[in-house]
């Protein structure tokens, strides 16, 4: 399983990349494997200030349909539109070009509640 370092995890299957007071925010390597190929990824909260926890969007494999959960408070500033038209690229490349959205931080005192690689791995018990 491919757990970059420099990225912050969720008990929820996310990823987090700060830079600066924004962030990036996508699916793990291990959320895309267990759901198989990605056929549709929806994000209709562009623009919205949302609460950790909250639903942000759904991803849709070929089997089920997981949402997707806000990993910290924030504005979601930007969709990740390449995910329109090529949703398979969250199978492919799940830290770099699949990210989902990118969103500002609103409380960085969250971040202190997002796992790190380790603790993330020893959580889905990899």
Known sequence: MNLPENLKYTKD??????EGD???VGITDFAQSEL????????????EEMSQGEVFGTV??????SDLFMPLDGKILEFNTELESSPEVVNEDPYEKGWM??????????????????????????
């Open 60 to 65: 849709e494999a070929v089997k089920t349909v």
């Open 22 to 24: 924004v962030a990036y």
């Open 101 to 126: 959205i990118k969103i500002s931080i609103a409380d960085t005192s969250q971040l202190d509640d997002l796992l790190d690689a380790q603790s993330y791995q020893e959580e889905t018990g990899n």
């Open 13 to 18: 299957h996310e990823w987090v990349r700060i």
């Open 36 to 47: 198989g190929d990605i056929v549709f990824v929806e994000v209709e909260t562009e623009g």
